[in-house]
């Protein structure tokens, strides 16, 4: 039997989880563009685009895809792990590169990186064609954007 695409209610109930908070961070990097548009630094650049590209938007394509890819639902429990992990990473790596402490960024890194293993881990034996693989290279891409980030901070102290 072929599972449908089309996520169920419950499916986008639990993404839930990921979606207010990747709403909240697309908002709040807009909030925060606007704010010191007439006075830029270079760290509230690089801060409002990972509030939009990584918490906003990567973790909106994530939920998007997870609850699109794994049927039945990935459990209330796993989504909510994902979540922390994803979120408390982000602020972690945030807070650490805007207040200059390389090791909150770190330890917001492998939190990050936890994460992307718990997403990975949802999906696990899903051989969904195009769509899974997709999935799994914007998880590769985000990994390999940490890792860069994370070797940049540590020239940058």
């Known amino acids: 039997m072929t599972a449908s695409f089309a996520p169920r209610g419950d499916d986008l109930r639990q993404a839930q989880l990921l979606l207010v908070p990747g709403v909240i961070g697309v908002i709040t990097g807009g909030l925060i563009a606007a704010a010191v548009a007439h006075a830029p630094t270079s760290a509230m650049v690089w801060l409002v685009a990972y509030l939009v590209l990584v918490v906003g ?68 034996g899903i051989r969904r064609g195009y769509a899974a693989h997709a999935y799994r290279a914007l998880i590769a891409f985000l990994a390999i954007s940490a890792l860069v980030g994370l070797l940049l901070s540590a020239r940058s102290v």
């Open 57 to 124: 938007v990567a973790q909106l394509a994530l939920a998007i895809g997870q609850a699109l890819l794994t049927s039945p639902a990935v459990g209330t429990a796993q989504i909510r792990f994902e979540s922390l992990l994803f979120n408390l990473g982000s602020a972690g790596v945030m807070a650490g590169t805007v207040g200059g402490s390389f090791p909150l960024v770190v330890a917001g890194a492998l939190l990050f990186f936890g994460a992307l293993g718990a997403f990975l881990f949802a999906v696990h």
